[in-house]
């Protein structure tokens, strides 16, 4: 189990200190400094010395670690760093030095909360924060800042104390309930949904132009604004789920969310590796594909899925590089975008990299701006808005200075960067999305499609 | 209001002043500023602070603000140790918290503080209250009992020994709140792993609860769960099926924790069901597409998930069969420890059907920027060759490492040339029609394991090359001096290879190095291995032809060096997710004090192949034996040396070591032949067990690991 969590500058100084276990010391934290920090060498996320383990992972200009004196599940542990990372986001807005500096109280407070005797403990966010507050909100609300303390007895106080002693049942409840993520009295003047589905595509073309890896890593983020305690029901043209429930579920899901078709192919996706929110039900899913919850309320990311087939492509990249002797490297190279002509693709930036001697380039690019950024050795051409089925391309010659250096350019990949609205690589679509709760109250549903470039390689 | 402004060091004296300015109850304001500062200047070790304990101890019985109160008792858990007659101080507010009515928090607040307080008194008197708020009615506060219990034991074994506090937690695995069950497990869980005496088991009852209540608890109360199912032994073989049925679905959790988890519980389970892939087949489609989707989070848990792939393919590849090849290619960006890391899960995945794919992939990889990925490349696509042993495959290796060979980047040519000895090796009269290409890069090679390997190649072909004895007279043995004993063994033998094939070249050769190797050298492997051939020669020289150079050479195999020993992957399976499965060694060679895992017997427990191991042992004891060529005795006098100049017995005496391991000497004569034979071979088939460090096995010193994922159990070297 954890013995120990700590958090560093960049330059090795302990921001935040907190030891869990007996047999540790504090100067622990120079070990981390010496072997970790001022080692240029280190190349794994884990280091052991003797039993003692360190496991870090960086936040901005942050080191997270976590120390440990036994054969810790390692899983756990570097969960419960991200989880460190998250909240410490959520609540200061990004999790540095600066900030943890500034809140270092708090974040000794939370980490009370997060983790007992090297175990953690809680870390919902929506629970953490009904009684975990930042100064500002505190001094805010109620005067007696946290309301459970004091027992003056008078009678106004006596009151309050009632009231404190019954809100601070219903948070251990929550944190010991089945659903530690959501309060039960949350109440919303407006109750809708928003849902975000997020695609990015992985791509990796050989130099002969087969396909060697493409699969879309999507996404499900959403954000629930709804009252009481609501059961969600969520239906995807997953290929298993539309099997049992086509008749059903087709007509009211036109109707509902009135964008079911409108660029995606119609028809099933097989959906794999699918994770989800600890609020969906697991074993509903495993049973018949049906994924049921009780969301958190705010934002969340209610699954995570892969696919790998049936996918449309977005663009074509046909590369010609060629390396005229030891003195020139001469590109030319197109893109094609291969998706319906209503939609625009934006954002979009193309990383051409040029060998390390590469002195002088000159470049012609028909659509956007292209640059040579000799710091990164390569070209960057700038496109903003490229629409479906048209084409660009981009003339280029690097001039080489001469070199002494043996190692051939190593060649890496041209990447591609992009961002393309209501459509799915997948082909996924929300089917519907329904909400029960006891008052029966009316939801709006807004759902959302993106498509983005993710690790979209091109070797050449 | 930003706490940076108490961020700086203070001097004790002055905050102390401060702190008595801001007394009376009036005050919180003022108070909470100091005492920020004071947990400011602890953070630094700031030492100097440990003189306002006194302050610190009057202000935790004054005040009732919560903040103030959190942080003096952060201030007495760091301090308490140094001042522990002072600490006594607070013994009354705390247990007066511990009883308090109000709120449950404040109540579980001072119960988590008095039990993290490693003083005798503290851990005496919270004794009676922990066993009070054990059944509080709070389940928050009985789930921070339960942990208070095994923090005190950690601090006293005896005195909750003594009391009957553990016997109580056992009571609490029935309690209806499944976020305190958990609890309890963890608690009982962490006081047996460091008990020698005491031992968790779950019957079928108390495992079949957890696994109906595992699906509504938080994510850290099912891991804790997970990992207590371990503890319950299955007794029929079909509990163990309705089990990974039941946690199955747990693969789809967004925790990477419960996820591997959930893997362990389920590699345990397989040991309890014979026909477990019949009866649950979708077991493996679900565990690859878990691992998978571990390979796209952080790369800290991608590479702890590909070392959880490694230690599965070896201990029980079925589970994760249909797991492809390509899920495992490196992307430009990848970390080195994750592109290394995925080489050897390419390597361990490759077979003839997907041998084309691989091996473009693997080449992509030799020609890239970092040293270490490239050499490990070569290394991969050289091994894979005599992995696979069809003959398309082998060609498909040869023909890309001859393709890399003409980029003539020397780390690359180096490492081609060790790889391609190795597949001459393997497979002889089939791919000879290299050596004329590899004779090319000659002045390339500075590396003395390349260099080695090219000796070899030279002095095996010795009558194909037609130079041979100026390639090793002018490029090898022109540095002799200079060279690492490794490369001076792989010389001698090459010089006798070619004086044997080639007698008029080397004529002049052998004298001369047999010279060098007897007389002037401190190695006794060196000058034991030059006495051997210089006596072959002198007394039956066309016996030395069967030996040095037969016919038939032993072949070599590759199958046994990635197998690890059964029972320390029977551990390891244990562990799988913990930071042994990071090592891939013995928990034990990692923590010395853990505790040694392994499966409890039962009625359906699946007996593990013994055989295997005992012919590993078999195979150590070999490799151990021929490492150390065991000096025969003879009686000197009787050597027939001939022409050569005998050594003096006063020389050659005193400078042998005694053997360690080496075999009993045995002093008749007749036996030499085979010997030598095993001794002229010897050193090509250890190289190749060396570099998989298969045989070497998993003994590393405490401070090897120190160098963190370098020093990691490799398949590729």
């Given at each position: 189990m954890i013995s120990a969590i700590l958090l560093y500058n960049q330059k090795g100084e302990v921001l935040i200190s907190r030891l869990y276990r007996d047999g540790l010391r504090r100067s622990i934290a120079d070990v981390f400094r010496i072997q970790v920090i001022s080692n240029p060498e280190v190349r794994s996320p884990i280091l052991t010395i003797g039993s003692t383990s360190f496991m870090h992972c960086k936040s901005e200009d942050m080191y997270v670690v976590a120390v440990n004196r036994s054969n810790v599940d390692a899983g756990m542990v570097f969960e419960f760093l991200y989880k460190i990372v998250a909240l410490g986001k959520s609540y200061f807005g990004s999790f540095n030095e600066q900030s943890v500096k500034e809140n270092f109280t708090l974040v000794y407070e939370l980490l009370d909360e997060m983790i007992d005797f090297g175990l953690p403990q809680n870390t919902e966010m929506d629970m953490l924060k009904q009684y975990i507050q930042t100064e500002a909100k505190r001094s805010g609300s109620e005067s007696g800042s946290s309301a459970v303390s004091v027992s003056v007895p008078d009678a106004l106080s006596r009151s309050k104390s009632m009231k404190a002693l019954k809100r601070s049942k219903t948070i251990t409840s929550q944190i010991t309930g089945a659903t530690p993520w959501r309060r039960d009295n949350v109440k919303h003047h407006r109750n809708e949904m928003f849902v975000d589905v997020v695609e990015k595509v992985n791509l990796l073309i050989s130099p002969t132009g087969s396909v060697l890896v493409a699969n879309v890593d999507g996404t499900i983020h959403m954000k629930s604004q709804l009252s009481g305690v609501p059961e969600c029901t969520f239906g995807l043209n997953d290929t298993l789920r539309l099997d049992q429930e086509h008749d059903e579920d087709d007509p009211r899901s036109s109707k509902r969310g009135g964008r079911r078709g409108s660029t995606a192919p119609t028809g099933s996706v097989g959906l794999q590796d699918c994770v989800f929110h600890p609020c969906v039900k697991l074993n509903n899913f495993d049973h018949d594909r049906s994924i049921n919850f009780v969301p958190p309320d705010g934002?969340?990311?209610l699954m995570h899925y892969k696919c790998v087939e049936n996918?449309?492509?977005?663009f074509k990249v046909v590369p010609s590089v060629q390396i005229v002797g030891k003195s020139r490297v001469e590109y030319d190279i197109v893109i094609k975008?291969?998706?319906?002509?209503q939609q625009t693709a934006t954002n979009v930036v193309i990383n051409i990299p040029t060998p390390r001697n590469a002195a002088k380039t000159t470049i012609n690019a028909s659509n956007g701006k292209a640059k040579y950024d000799s710091s990164t050795n390569q070209i960057v051409w700038k496109v903003s808005r490229i629409s479906g089925g048209s084409e660009i391309s981009l003339r280029a010659t690097a001039e080489l200075t001469f070199t002494t250096e043996k190692t051939p350019w190593n060649k890496p990949p041209i990447s591609m960067d992009f961002e393309i609205t209501m459509i799915t690589c997948s082909g996924l679509v929300v089917r519907y999305l329904k909400v029960f709760e006891k008052s029966n109250y009316n939801t709006v549903k807004w759902v959302r499609y993106l498509m983005k470039g993710g690790s979209y390689e091109i070797r050449f | 209001m930003s706490d940076l402004k108490f961020f700086t060091k203070g001097k004790a004296a002055e905050l102390r002043t401060e702190l008595q300015a801001a007394k009376g109850p009036k005050n919180v304001g003022k108070k909470k500023a100091v005492l920020k500062k004071i947990v400011a200047n602890m953070t630094m070790s700031n030492n100097e602070m440990i003189v306002l304990f006194e302050d610190i101890i009057d202000m935790i019985r004054s005040s009732n603000d919560l903040d103030v109160k959190k942080m003096c008792f952060l201030y007495l858990i760091t301090y308490c140790k140094a001042k522990p007659e002072l600490a006594t101080g607070a013994l009354d507010p705390l247990l007066d918290d511990a009883g308090s009515r109000e709120s449950p928090l404040i109540r579980a607040l001072a119960l988590k503080t008095l039990s993290s307080i490693p003083l005798e008194d503290f851990i005496r008197e919270g004794v009676e209250p922990t066993k009070r708020l054990l059944f509080d009615e709070d389940p928050y506060v009985r789930k921070t009992a339960c942990l208070a219990v095994a923090k005190m034991w950690s601090h006293d074994t005896k005195i909750v020994e003594h009391s009957d506090l553990i016997a109580l937690l056992n009571k609490l695995l029935n309690d209806g709140n499944p976020t305190v069950v958990a609890s309890a497990l963890a608690a009982l869980m962490d006081i047996t792993e460091k008990s020698s005496d005491l031992q968790l088991t779950l019957d079928h009852n108390h495992a079949s609860k957890i696994a109906t209540v595992l699906g509504e608890c938080s994510e850290w109360s099912q891991i804790s769960m997970l990992q207590a199912l371990l503890c319950w032994t299955p007794q029929t073989a079909l509990e163990a099926e309705r089990m990974v049925e039941r946690v199955l679905p747990r693969l789809q959790h967004s925790n990477a924790a419960v996820v591997l988890g959930t893997v362990r519980l389920i590699v345990y389970l397989a040991n309890y069901s014979q026909n477990l892939l019949e009866h649950v087949p979708q077991i493996p489609t679900k565990l690859s597409s878990a691992m998978v989707n571990l390979i796209s989070r952080q790369p800290e848990l991608q590479y702890l998930a590909l070392r959880n792939c490694i230690l599965i393919l070896q201990s029980k590849p079925q589970l994760l069969q249909g797991l492809s090849v390509k899920a495992f290619f490196c992307k430009y960006n990848d970390p080195i420890y994750i592109k290394t890391t995925k080489l050897e899960l390419i390597y361990l995945l490759a077979n003839d059907s997907n041998i084309g794919v691989v091996l473009r992939e693997l080449r992509e990889y030799a020609t890239e920027i970092d040293v270490q990925v490239v050499r490990k490349s070569v290394r991969a696509i050289g091994k894979l060759a005599l992995k696979l042993e069809s003959a398309t495959a082998a060609k498909a290796s040869v023909d890309t490492l001859m393709y890399l060979v003409e980029t003539r980047v020397s780390y690359i040519v180096q490492e081609a040339i060790v790889a391609l000895k190795n597949i001459l090796r393997r497979y002889p009269g089939r791919f000879e029609g290299v050596i004329g290409e590899l004779c090319e890069h000659l002045d390339a090679l500075d590396e003395p394991e390349a260099r080695e390997a090219m000796v070899w190649i030279v002095g095996q072909y010795a009558d194909r090359i037609d130079d041979s004895h100026l390639i090793l007279e002018q490029h090898f043995l022109s540095t002799w001096h200079d060279e690492p004993v490794n490369v001076q063994l792989a010389l001698l033998t090459a010089t006798v290879k070619l004086f044997i094939l080639r007698p008029t070249r080397g004529q002049a050769m052998v004298p001369k190095v047999l010279k060098w190797a007897t007389e002037e050298t401190d190695n006794p492997d060196l000058r034991d291995r030059g006495y051997m051939y210089w006596r072959l020669l002198s007394s039956d020289p066309s016996a030395a032809r069967d030996i040095v150079h037969p016919d038939k050479m032993p072949l070599i195999h590759v199958e046994d060096e990635a197998i690890m020993d059964p029972r320390v992957l029977e551990e390891l399976e244990l562990g799988i997710g913990t930071l042994a499965s990071i090592y891939l060694k013995p928990v034990r060679h990692v923590f010395r004090l853990a505790k040694p895992r392994k499966l409890t017997p039962s009625p359906c427990l699946i007996p593990r192949k013994d055989s295997d191991v005992d012919e590993l042992k078999q195979l150590a004891e070999q490799a151990e034996k021929s490492k150390q060529p065991a000096p025969s005795m003879p009686d000197?006098?009787?050597?027939?040396?001939?022409?050569l100049q005998s050594p003096s017995l006063a020389q050659y005496?005193?400078?042998?070591?005694?053997?360690?391991?080496?075999?009993?000497?045995?002093?008749?004569?007749?036996?030499m032949p085979q010997r030598s034979n095993s001794v002229a071979v010897h050193h090509q088939s250890q190289q190749l067990l060396d570099d998989g460090s298969g045989s070497q096995g998993?003994?590393?010193?405490q401070n090897g690991i120190a160098q963190g994922s370098q020093n990691t159990q490799n398949l590729l070297w």
């Open positions: 934002e969340f990311e996918l449309s492509i977005p975008a291969n998706f319906p002509k | 000197i006098a009787s050597l027939n040396l001939g022409t005496t005193p400078l042998i070591p005694t053997p360690t391991t080496g075999t009993p000497t045995t002093p008749s004569f007749p036996q998993y003994f590393v010193t």
